[in-house]
């Protein structure tokens, strides 16, 4: 499997991107994906998972109604739309996924990406 992200880049306070992940094979194949997030100085936590399979979608406290998890099977892309932009957004963003059930659909990811950098200035 693999997954390769992009859409990052520079933006002000307030400001939106979306982020895109393409992955080799079909997202059904998948018990869930989803976007984790790396500040600076910071370990990996998760921002945003879906589970076609069982209908759910997590996301982050702190991103919740600012952030939205999409995909598209057909085209084997996943999204995360990111607006209005904090500071605090700051950091690298992966797409993952996991393959098989879990007690917690948004732990214990199988594949990653390489990454796209996020930079929110103030």
């Known amino acids: 499997v693999q997954l390769v992200e992009s859409g990052g880049g520079m933006v002000e306070s307030g400001g939106s991107l979306r982020l895109s992940c393409a992955a080799s094979e079909f997202l059904l194949d998948y018990y869930s994906i989803g976007w984790f997030r790396q500040a600076p100085g910071s370990g990996r936590e998760g921002v945003a998972c879906?589970?076609?399979?069982?209908?759910?979608?997590y996301y982050r406290d702190s991103v919740k109604g600012r952030f939205a998890i999409s995909d598209d099977n057909a085209e084997k892309m996943v999204f995360l739309d990111l607006n209005n932009l904090k500071p605090e957004d700051t950091g690298v963003y992966y797409c993952?996924?996991?393959?098989?059930?879990?007690?917690?659909?948004?732990?214990?990811?199988?594949?990653w990406g390489q990454g796209t950098r996020v930079t929110v200035s103030s």
């Open positions: 879906l589970s076609r399979k069982i209908g759910r979608i």
């Open positions: 993952a996924v996991r393959m098989y059930y879990a007690d917690n659909f948004c732990e214990g990811f199988d594949y």
